[in-house]
């Protein structure tokens, strides 16, 4: 069983740099490719941002893309998201996820191709 715990979530004000880190656990996480969601109040769970096990290969979506950076450090078990030039609609409750199937990236932007999450880390940008 896989457990993962999200961190470095709080406030900030529109501009600033967050930087969140998901500590994962139970697993080596090597062969499986990691991502983060949010869900912002009211709003339905989106995705943010993808990486390849290896952590050579990430993906973002357009509202992130340029501004959020997704890297992993296997070594340690660590999936990290730097959030840079946070906007008011940054806000929201962020997940990390491992996919269920080693080695592979298809259709990385669906929840369900992720089997495990962590409870989620509030980012709330102030304007």
């Known amino acids: 069983q896989v457990q993962l715990v999200e961190s470095g979530g709080g406030l900030a004000q529109a501009g600033d740099s967050l930087r969140l880190s998901c500590a994962a656990s139970?697993?080596?996480?090597?062969?499986?490719?990691m991502a983060w969601f949010r869900q912002a109040p009211g709003k339905e769970r989106e995705f943010v941002a993808a990486?390849?096990?290896?952590?050579?290969?990430?993906y973002y979506a357009d509202s992130v893309k340029d501004r959020f950076t997704i890297s992993r450090d296997n070594a340690k078990n660590m999936l990290y998201l730097q959030a840079n030039s946070l906007k008011p609609e940054d806000t929201a409750l962020y997940y990390c996820?491992?996919?269920?199937?080693?080695?592979?990236?298809?259709?990385?932007?669906?929840?369900?191709?992720?089997?495990?999450w962590g409870r989620g880390i509030q980012v709330t940008v102030s304007s």
């Open positions: 139970g697993r080596a996480l090597d062969t499986f490719a």
């Open positions: 990486i390849s096990w290896s952590g050579n290969t990430p």
């Open positions: 996820a491992v996919a269920g199937t080693r080695y592979s990236l298809s259709y990385y932007f669906r929840e369900n191709k992720y089997n495990y």
